[in-house]
């Protein structure tokens, strides 16, 4: 009884991070279920390698450097049917063609959320204990803080706000659970019941940055929320609060930010700006109560291997005849980050 028939499969992304999404033992279980050129990573549609390649593709494997898939890669990928991407969101990558033709498109955002949520409970965690400031303090004076210094320091009751049940917010809401905090939610599309199952109180968006000790914010990044956090927002946010971005620079007006920051009325744990990276200037820098890192909460190192995983399981359910599990409705793309 012949084999049956593999289909034809092309990677589409910046070479760099084909190694750590599909280390040996997933590229081999790859190869069992379509037919790839391991060596060719097409960055460009228009080059006459990739065109070779995508005249024949039924299946674009994507992540982060793939470019836009739209007219020009429709074009010459004629019997192409689905897209698996293995990196976030398909909101930039998915042109209206694609849609229009009826890819079905998948993407390993579920997968990308967990380190997201990671990075953001243990932020939380230690702006719950000044861990940040006391650090900084202690580098200096070389000297325990006398035990008054304490009083507005710990985790019991902690009042967190987090803005947007996207996957990374549910995510953030589930971690939360085990710990003794008091947890509030904005999401226009989250009704009262369901915000309950989540275990979080809803709020409008000006409540919650009233009475929020520290607010995470995890919208999606779309016309609706663009400067969502703007000037008069920003002053809402309590004395002493504490902000929280891993979603999207653009989702808080950076000239209102950086006054609120420069004045030390609030502090904030930045993982993403606007503009990315900031520019060499900025005072956020050398801010003491601003934490910046270089957009590290998402999938780094190894734990690319999780979003190849996804890549081949998709797969593998692609030749069971089984729906995918992580299919992208152009739907979702307007409330999910």
Sequence with gaps: MPSPRLPSAVFAMNPVHLPELLPPHLMAQLEKLVRIDSTLVVQDFSEPAARAALAEAEVLITGWGCPHIGAEALAVAPRLHTVLHAAGSVRSLIGEEAWQRGLTVSSAVQANALPVAEYTLAVILFAGKD?????????????????TDFADVGNLGRRVGVIGAS???????????????????????????????????????????????????????IPQTYRMLDRDRLTLIRDGGVLINT??????????????????????????????P?????????LPNVVLTPHIAGSLGNELERLGRTVVDELARLASGLQLAHAIRRADLTISA
């Excluded at 200096?140 to 035990?147: C, D, G, I, L, W």
């Excluded at 009262?192 to 989540?198: G, I, M, N, V």
């Excluded at 979603?247 to 744990?269: C, H, N, Q």
């Excluded at 900031?278 to 050398?286: D, E, I, K, N």
Aim: aromatic share 8%; no cysteine; hydrophobic share 40%.
């Design 167 to 221: 996957r990374v917010g549910r995510r953030v809401l589930e971690l939360l659970r085990p710990f003794d905090f008091s947890v509030s939610l904005y999401d226009p599309y989250v009704d009262e019941t369901e915000a309950a199952a989540l275990g979080a109180v809803p709020l409008s968006l000006e409540d919650l940055l009233r009475t929020s000790d520290i607010v995470s914010l995890h919208a999606p990044d």
């Design 247 to 276: 979603s999207r620079g653009a989702l808080i007006d950076p000239e209102a930010l950086t006054d609120e920051l420069v004045s030390r009325r609030i502090s904030a744990v930045l993982d993403v700006t606007e503009p990315e």
């Design 131 to 147: 861990a940040f400031s006391l650090r900084d303090r202690f580098r200096t004076e070389h000297v325990y803080p006398a035990p």
């Design 278 to 286: 900031l520019p060499a200037g900025s005072p956020l820098y050398q």
